[in-house]
Nanobody
């Protein structure tokens, strides 16, 4: 049974950093495009970035602050978040889908994790 598990969320002060992880079992992340999404309270889920192959597409709101990386040997994808802002607060989800290209929207992703809470507050 394919499964994605996020971890590493927590409470961080504005301007701080956090790294969240997405570990896969039952599927090889190297063959999938990986998306990171977030959902703030009372808001719709939004795509933060999509990583496929050696490319990554970032939302304007996180460009220059967030970086995605993969450890294919461990079947893990990381999201490094720096200079965090209060508006980055939300539940962060990873998703796997597509392949060589990023899915056009969240409905085209095949597998989702359960999410990890990131709270940016002083």
């Amino acid at each position: 049974q394919p499964r994605l598990v996020e971890s590493g969320g927590g409470l961080v002060q504005p301007g701080g950093s956090l790294r969240v992880s997405c570990e896969a079992s039952g599927l090889n992340l190297e063959t999938y495009a990986i998306g990171w999404f977030r959902q703030a309270p009372g808001k719709e889920r939004e795509e933060v970035l999509c990583s496929s192959g050696n490319r990554a597409e970032y939302a304007e709101s996180v460009k220059g602050r967030f970086i995605v990386s993969r450890d294919n040997a461990r079947n893990v994808v990381y999201l490094q978040m720096d200079n965090l802002k209060r508006e980055d607060t939300g539940v962060y989800y990873c998703a796997a889908g597509g392949g060589a290209v990023c899915p056009l929207n969240e409905y085209e992703y095949d597998f989702w994790g359960q999410g990890t809470q990131v709270t940016v507050s002083s």
